[in-house]
């Protein structure tokens, strides 16, 4: 449980009211990703939502189920990190930005060359490109997703090349739900099957073709997967 020195306030504005929780802003990230990697013993600093949370000033349970439909912390918390924000201070916000921002070089480096030399762009290029191109770091935005705006900012900087790959998968419908949160960004053609499964086209890095079917078969245990020609 993180303490409530280094915790951060979550809040979510609804009907004229604020309901707030006390976050590690460290594991916001690695929660969003996957709910169960983290507890709410670990994520949470107190088991509570609160109006105010400095001043102790708590919802009633008609509020809470008004707002949330139920009193049950846990669908509170998703709510709460899903659709409110979160108050960083400078300092937290320019370590987690830069972390992030770290992330996201090293994956560029890692999945991509320059197409001239046919070897992979120092570390320190890349991040003198990111600059001129004044690139901006979501600090609560997976790296993943902020890679490919990274390298549309840097394709008219630097010569960029990947080598991709297209994968079909089909999973259940039940697994719709956290799966398209997952997909959607790199989504190419989707459709529903006559039996209710969910079938569903990406083209991702070839670099990343292993831990992309890893993380949908964690959502979807049953899933299917074929690579495209």
Same mark, same amino acid.
């Given at each position: 449980?993180?303490?409530?020195?280094?915790?951060?306030?979550?809040?979510?504005?609804?009907?004229?009211?604020?309901?707030?929780?006390?976050?590690?802003?460290?594991?916001?990230?690695?929660?969003?990703?996957?709910?169960?990697?983290?507890?709410?013993?670990?994520?949470?600093?107190?088991?509570?939502?609160?109006?105010?949370?400095?001043?102790?000033?708590? /919802?009633?349970?008609?509020?809470?189920?008004?707002?949330?439909?139920? !009193?049950?912390?846990?669908? !509170?918390?998703?709510?709460?990190?899903?659709?409110?924000?979160?108050?960083?201070?400078?300092?937290?916000?320019?370590?987690?930005?830069?972390?992030?921002?770290?992330?996201?070089?090293?994956?560029? !480096?890692?999945?991509?060359?320059?197409?001239?030399?046919?070897?992979?762009?120092?570390?320190?290029?890349?991040?003198?490109?990111?600059?001129?191109?004044?690139?901006?770091?979501?600090?609560?935005? /997976?790296?993943?997703?902020?890679?490919?705006?990274?390298?549309?900012?840097?394709?008219?900087?630097? /010569?960029?090349?990947?080598?991709?790959?297209?994968?079909?998968?089909?999973?259940?419908?039940?697994?719709?739900?956290?799966?398209?949160?997952?997909?959607?960004?790199?989504?190419?053609?989707?459709?529903?099957?006559?039996?209710?499964?969910?079938?569903?086209?990406?083209?991702?890095?070839?670099?990343?073709?292993?831990?992309?079917?890893?993380?949908?078969?964690?959502?979807?245990?049953?899933?299917?997967?074929?690579?495209?020609?």
């Amino acid at each position: 449980m993180v303490s409530l020195d280094d915790a951060v306030t979550a809040r979510l504005e609804k009907g004229g009211k604020r309901y707030e929780i006390l976050v590690d802003p460290d594991l916001v990230d690695k929660w969003k990703k996957d709910h169960d990697s983290v507890t709410l013993d670990d994520l949470l600093a107190i088991d509570e939502v609160w109006h105010d949370a400095k001043n102790g000033d708590r /919802p009633t349970e008609e509020k809470m189920i008004g707002v949330f439909g139920t !009193c049950e912390l846990s669908v !509170c918390v998703e709510k709460i990190l899903t659709d409110g924000s979160i108050q960083l201070t400078t300092a937290q916000r320019k370590k987690m930005v830069a972390e992030k921002r770290r992330q996201i070089i090293n994956e560029i !480096c890692s999945l991509a060359i320059d197409p001239q030399t046919k070897l992979p762009h120092p570390v320190v290029r890349v991040e003198n490109a990111l600059d001129e191109a004044r690139f901006s770091v979501d600090p609560f935005k /997976p790296y993943e997703t902020q890679v490919k705006d990274a390298v549309a900012v840097l394709r008219p900087l630097i /010569p960029l090349s990947f080598t991709t790959v297209k994968l079909a998968f089909k999973i259940p419908g039940t697994n719709y739900g956290p799966v398209f949160a997952m997909v959607r960004e790199d989504l190419q053609r989707e459709e529903w099957l006559a039996n209710g499964d969910w079938a569903f086209t990406v083209e991702v890095p070839a670099g990343m073709k292993n831990d992309y079917i890893a993380k949908v078969g964690k959502r979807a245990p049953d899933v299917v997967v074929k690579e495209l020609k």
